[in-house]
């Protein structure tokens, strides 16, 4: 590399959860810079998530994290050419670029969702990704699958 690395912005814990995680999340699901907006549509989706478990001992947030958790990816597939033709080499992620995607799948899957408000789309697919279904979900084990398919490329690598 000629230029220096960039340097790291810090991210500040969110004011309720105290987690950097979450203000990473918000971050993501933020338009046009309207933060406040952000953390209210995370906030009611997480307490509808605590209204829909009352009855099992996991709280919102621990939901979220499994939901995130099963969300995210171990590899993804590079196009590479070699000679005339493009090869889909499956490579290993970085962990904040693996944490990145998931967050951008979960969020990305519940905009498409069908319910009224964002904050109750949210909640769905949180919901659905920690049962381990859903739009999020399906497109992480696509990613696997693809990647799983196209092993015999992996000496291709960068």
């Known amino acids: ?10 991210i500040l814990p969110d004011p309720k959860f105290n987690e950097v ?4 999340f918000v971050n993501n699901l933020m338009l046009q810079g309207k933060k406040s ?7 009611d989706a ?6 829909r478990t009352k009855d ?12 995130l958790e099963n969300v ?6 590079k196009s590479r050419r070699v000679g005339g033709a493009t090869f889909q080499i499956p490579t290993p ?20 969702r069908n319910e009224k408000t964002m904050s109750q789309k949210l909640a769905g697919e949180i919901m659905a990704a920690a049962k381990e279904e859903g739009g999020a979900y ?9 990647a799983e398919a196209n092993k015999a490329f992996s000496h291709f690598r960068f």
């Open 37 to 43: 907006t952000a953390f209210k549509i995370f906030y």
């Open 72 to 77: 995210t990816p171990g590899v993804e597939v």
């Open 138 to 146: 399906k497109k992480k084990e696509d990613t696997h699958r693809m």
């Open 93 to 112: 992620i970085r962990d904040s670029r693996k944490q990145s995607m998931a967050m951008k799948w979960l969020i990305g899957y519940s905009r498409k």
């Open 46 to 51: 997480i307490d509808i998530i605590d209204e």
């Open 21 to 24: 995680l979450v203000t990473k």
């Open 1 to 10: 590399m000629r230029r220096r690395q960039a340097k790291k912005h810090i």
């Open 56 to 67: 099992e001992e996991e709280k919102g947030l621990d939901v979220w994290k499994k939901a």
